[in-house]
């Protein structure tokens, strides 16, 4: 039987603001009720997320064009502290198919799978409007030194790699253990241990090795369909790092460790020059290496996620210039030719400078790339996003360097951000329009265009915060 955990979000949402009430009125006529189970919950915190989300992809000449729209809630609660260090939450969230195109209809010229609107629900079940419920947070917090916290259970991946990527209805979520150190002026420490993920686009959890491949496994390195989903064999994933900020100066050091499969290392230094007349300049590097551990995820290579012994290196590195009103940056990252660089796209998107929404550069190797961001800040409430890039992969039939046979492509993104006021205080509104084309052959291929590239596409996103 299917258990409706946000019906039973609801049920305590019910209770606890009953509760509430009925703990005012108990407060009113006699003090010693303040110790009450009703007095204890009125001071936790409730809070809920309501988001609309309307998404569509012309794609090339009769290659096939899509759409969706879908609309959610949820809410959830955090207790106050108790035995003076201690504190529970839970969330969960429901969605609905409100219209869309057929998602679960292949392309008839290519015979490949709808790829951006599929993703607003569950991309296991592309054709279920209704039965769409998570129970997303379910915590316990412990509170221990001047600010330090660790947080045990179902919460929001804030990691380098694994994090909540907002591209989607619903962001990813991790299991796990996370902990926070914060005992000193410009140091924290970080540190995770996470054993089950539900990525962004599904409803269900999964094991870590489960959740790599639930998205497209593209190509092995020899060319022929990956075989590792359901095959990843790993005990967890594990996370440990450090951020320095002093002054103008931030430095983060961080290691991701999946067990059997890959060790990821991160470096990070950036500056910001003081502020005259309220702008300043920016510089950032960045460094990633990385290193398949152990089989790879599983003993059968053509099984493995990652091939042993294989290894990659990215470079990225931005400056810029940042004021009240306008700021711009310019921004270059190099993939090495060495391999691939690889990290699961379930568990969210790429820390790299020249990251554009709606397309990594994961899974390939011998990468160049260069962006241009510019935001513009007319009013306080508005902000308008032109952004453009350049990105040269290796050619699409180079299996060894290029995992989803994508050629070298130009994007444009155009992004207006409104945050309403008054009365509608917590609602803001996102139109993103994003365009790429190819810029390499693709060899009268339309598997190398469909959803890749000559395409155009849109989102406008509705979130009301509360």
């Known amino acids: 039987m299917?258990?409706?955990?946000?019906g039973i979000a609801w049920v305590l949402w019910f209770v606890s603001n009953a509760g509430h009430a009925q703990g005012i009125h108990a407060y009113q006529e006699s003090e010693k009720d303040t110790n009450t189970l009703n007095h204890f919950f009125a001071k936790g915190r409730f809070y809920g997320h309501a988001r609309s989300y309307w998404s569509g992809t012309t794609n090339q000449g009769e290659l096939t064009d899509y759409y969706a729209w879908g609309a959610g809630a949820g809410i959830g609660y955090e207790t106050p502290k108790f035995f003076k260090h201690f504190q529970l939450g839970l969330s969960g969230f429901f969605m609905f198919n409100i219209m869309s195109s057929d998602l679960a209809q292949t392309d008839a010229k290519t015979s490949q799978s709808n790829r951006y609107e599929i993703g607003l629900f569950d991309i296991e079940r592309p054709n279920d409007h209704e039965d769409l419920d998570r129970l997303e947070e379910l915590f316990i917090k412990t509170h221990f030194g001047k600010k330090s916290v660790l947080t045990i259970g179902q919460q929001i991946p804030q990691s380098v790699f694994i994090n909540p990527q907002d591209g989607r209805m619903r962001p990813t979520l991790t299991e796990g253990a996370v902990i926070d150190i914060n005992e000193w002026s410009h140091l924290q420490v970080h540190g995770e241990y996470?054993?089950?993920?539900s990525p962004r686009s599904t409803v269900r959890w999964f094991d870590v090795g489960e959740s790599m491949g639930v998205y497209p496994v593209?190509?092995?390195?020899?060319?022929?369909?990956?075989?590792?989903?359901g095959a990843v064999e790993s005990g967890g994933i594990g996370i440990l790092g450090a951020t320095y900020r002093k002054k103008q100066w931030t430095i983060q050091l961080l290691d991701t460790y999946i067990d059997n499969v890959l060790n990821t290392g991160f470096a990070k230094i950036e500056w910001k020059s003081n502020a005259v007349a309220n702008k300043n300049w920016f510089a950032g590097a960045q460094l990633i290496q990385q290193n398949t551990l152990g089989e790879g995820g599983n003993p059968d290579p053509v099984k493995a996620y990652a091939q042993p012994g294989s290894k990659a290196t990215v470079l990225s590195g931005r400056v810029g210039r940042q004021s009240a009103k306008f700021d711009w940056f310019i921004n270059a990252t190099r993939i090495t030719a060495e391999g691939r660089y690889l990290m699961p796209r379930e568990w969210g998107r790429e820390p790299f400078y020249t990251f554009m929404p709606r397309e990594r550069n994961e899974g390939f190797g011998d990468v160049t790339a260069a962006t241009m961001n510019t935001f513009y800040k007319p009013r306080k409430h508005v902000k308008i996003e032109v952004s453009g890039g350049y990105f040269r992969l290796p050619d699409t039939k180079n299996a060894a360097l290029n995992k989803y046979g994508m050629p070298?492509?130009?994007q444009i993104n155009l992004g207006i951000t409104y945050q309403f006021e008054h009365y509608l205080k917590g609602l803001s509104a996102l139109l993103l329009i994003v365009r790429k084309d190819e810029q390499s052959n693709t060899y009268n291929n339309e598997r190398y265009v469909f959803n890749k590239?000559?395409?155009?596409?849109?989102n406008f996103i509705l979130n009301y915060h509360y």
Do not use: L
């Open 218 to 229: 593209g190509v092995d390195v020899t060319g022929k369909p990956s075989q590792y989903k």
């Open 453 to 458: 590239v000559n395409m155009t596409h849109f």
């Open 408 to 410: 070298s492509y130009s």
């Open 2 to 6: 299917k258990v409706n955990y946000f």
């Open 194 to 197: 996470i054993w089950r993920i």
